[in-house]
């Protein structure tokens, strides 16, 4: 898989470095996931809406695939992966490339490639309404019905 450049600015670069450190301190493990990702999970989660603003394409086996319009989704693709029940507290933090199709061009506010910085927290949750509860990884900031379990 292709890798990433660095910032063109120094700033930008010394600004992400600080960042991922204080998390890192803090017990996240920094994580780098590949630029191009199957586009399935992606169009799955938020629709056929962000086709049009996704680079997609074709590979030689028929495969959609896509430059990842967000780092999130790759996120919880590798902590299944890692974690195939998903039910391990997990803390991750990363800094990277996204890439989105701008249809009337770039403009300073609507980039088409630009960096995010972020951390997630992976939990097992359960149900308030009791039982067995749901042992699929969840975000941190869950919906009001669930609490946190870790």
């Avoid at 898989?1 to 017990?27: D, V």
């Avoid at 028929?62 to 195939?84: S, Y």
């Amino acid at each position: 898989m292709p890798t990433e450049a660095a910032p063109k600015e120094p700033a930008l670069a010394a600004q992400a470095e600080r960042i991922i450190a204080t998390f890192s301190r803090g017990g996240h493990e920094q994580i780098a996931m590949a630029v191009i990702q199957p586009a399935g999970p992606f169009l799955d989660s938020v629709g056929e809406a962000l086709r049009a603003r996704t680079h997609v394409f074709v590979d030689r086996d028929g495969q959609e695939l896509c430059l990842r319009p967000d780092l999130t989704i790759p996120t919880c693709r590798l902590h299944l992966a890692c974690h195939p029940g998903g039910n391990r507290l997990a803390r991750y933090c990363y800094h990277g490339l996204a890439f989105r199709y701008q249809p009337g061009g770039a403009t300073p506010n609507h980039p088409t490639e630009f960096r995010q910085s972020r951390h997630r927290i992976f939990c097992c949750l359960r149900s308030r309404e009791g039982g067995r509860g749901d042992t699929r990884p969840h975000p941190r900031s869950a919906p009001r019905n669930w609490v946190r379990t870790d």
